[in-house]
Nanobody, 119 residues
Framework: QVQLVESGGGLVQPGGSLTLSCAASGFSFSSYAMRWYRQAPGKEREFVARIPAVTGYSTTYADSLKGRFTISRDNAKNTAYLQMNSLKPEDTAVYYC???????????WGQGTQVTVSS
């Protein structure tokens, strides 16, 4: 069974930090590019970050998040991460991870984890 399970969300004060995890199983994790997306209430899903399948290749971030968010992966643990710093109330959203095999059509999605930034 293919699974992506996000964790690490919660309530944090503005200016604080959180690290989200995405645990993968049921597929060859190291062959897949990983992405994070988020969706705030009443808004469309938006791209957050991408890390290629090949360790050491360039990562990609939404322009508005560069310098605050960092995506990483640990292939030995079949896990992707999103380190979020200097959090703002507008970062409040459900955060989703996804996996895609480069050059293929199959994309997997997790169920999401809630991040709430509030004082």
């Amino acid at each position: 069974q293919v699974q992506l399970v996000e964790s690490g969300g919660g309530l944090v004060q503005p200016g604080g930090s959180l690290t989200l995890s995405c645990a993968a199983s049921g597929f060859s994790f190291s062959s897949y590019a990983m992405r994070w997306y988020r969706q705030a209430p009443g808004k469309e899903r938006e791209f957050v970050a991408r890390i290629p399948a090949v360790t050491g290749y360039s990562t990609t971030y939404a322009d508005s998040l560069k310098g605050r968010f960092t995506i990483s992966r640990d292939n030995a643990k079949n896990t992707a991460y999103l380190q979020m710093n200097s959090l703002k109330p507008e970062d409040t959203a459900v955060y989703y991870c996804s996996a895609a095999l480069p050059g293929a059509n199959t994309v997997y999605w997790g169920q999401g984890t809630q991040v709430t930034v509030s004082s």
